[in-house]
């Protein structure tokens, strides 16, 4: 029952925060604002990623991935179309599709940061927690300041049920979100919260939620659902 459950909330989780393009990006705590028309001026790869989108938006997926794929190979520049792919066969429960298709993108854009968190999600929903470890390590070499990444890597140590570093990551994107995100600032006081129950420490758990509500951030889901 604990790994339907858990494998409920990150399918949630994944379709809550996946990118669908560059314009609704929500992987970061700043947001570029960028067209689908900057990112290529191939008409064919435009009429064929646009087409796509209308198709995903509608939640006809596997028709969708074809016409991403149409505009990939009409402009093998657009790496968004190769996350969109993965996205596409996420919301399919192809995970392993998914996974190959990050990997295309990384090869050909490395420092990809939305693919790299969107991969480490992948993978600990396969639970292949090394795989996402080593993924997350190399998302913060790349990008030191995501504070998404850490927020996912919080994800990943709680579910390998390594709570120290869990709560360390999570504690780390709170930091960052307070200044600049209060929902998301919220979300990861929940997290750490969650991360201290299943811990067995509920006092920690207080300790944390308390202090987080004098730094201005109070999040009551955390207190109705852990009892804080």
């Not at 064929?48 to 190979?73: C, H, P, S, V, W």
């Not at 997350?136 to 049920?161: R, S, V």
Request: proline share 1%; net charge neutral.
């Amino acid at each position: 029952m604990n790994n339907i459950l858990t494998h409920y909330f990150l399918l949630s989780y994944l379709v809550c925060i996946s990118l669908f393009g560059y314009t609704q990006e929500q992987q970061s705590n700043f947001v570029e604002e960028i067209s689908i028309e900057q990112l290529t001026d191939n008409p064919q790869a435009l009429k064929n990623y646009m087409k796509a989108e209308d198709l995903f938006d509608r939640g006809k997926y596997k028709r969708a991935i074809k016409f991403f794929t149409l505009a990939y190979q009409a402009d093998s520049s657009l790496t968004i179309a190769l996350d969109n792919i993965a996205l596409s066969y996420r919301r399919n429960y192809k995970m392993d599709k998914a996974v190959e298709y990050y990997k295309k993108s990384l090869q050909i854009e490395p420092n990809n940061r939305i693919a790299l968190n969107n991969l480490g999600l992948v993978y600990v929903y396969l639970e292949q927690f090394e795989n996402a470890i080593q993924t997350y390590t190399t998302l913060l070499e790349m990008h030191p300041n995501d504070a998404q990444g850490m927020y996912n890597f919080a994800l990943t140590y709680l579910y390998a049920k390594q709570f120290d570093l869990a709560v360390t990551y999570a504690d780390a994107a709170f930091k960052i979100w307070k200044d600049t995100d209060r929902n998301k600032a919220q979300d990861a006081v929940y997290l750490v919260c969650r991360i201290y129950i299943e811990a067995e420490n509920k006092d920690a758990a207080r300790e944390y939620f308390r202090e987080a509500a004098r730094e201005g951030v109070r999040n009551n889901n955390a207190r109705r659902d852990f009892g804080l």
